[in-house]
């Protein structure tokens, strides 16, 4: 039973180093309506656009700054972009109507010109906390039931 534990929490290590490294993500949390971006390219990307195709977005007062990437809000309640956004995780303001289901949201972006053509991102939704803690308590119990077996 130790053994498979052990290649349990191999395999979970690889796959959190395998997700650090991969490609830009958008995150949504349904919940407050935050979009957080996170980017492990090696430099900034070109762009970066998350689209809503129902109009789900707020106001323009809502999108947030994020370092010295330009934000181009023009075509809100629809869409809205970064020009130049850092590497590292950065915070759009809670910008989505609260409760928007995810399948509405699209992620694009342009890894290092404006010239590449779009690559189709994914769009990832952020577990409630309740999810998360009874994820937990199931964990725990299959450890207890095995040391009780052991």
Known sequence: MRKIFALLAVAFVAAAANVASAAPVAWYNPVSGG???QNDHTGALANASVISTAGNFKAASDLLGIGSSVKDDSELPFAFTYLGLP???S??????K???PVADLKFEYR???LLEPLVQGVVVEIPEPATLAMAGLGLVGIVAAA???A
């Open 147 to 149: 040391r009780r077996k």
């Open 91 to 96: 915070f759009a303001g809670a910008i989505v």
């Open 111 to 113: 890894l290092n010109s």
């Open 87 to 89: 590497q590292g995780q």
């Open 98 to 100: 609260p409760g928007s």
């Open 35 to 37: 979009i957080y971006f």
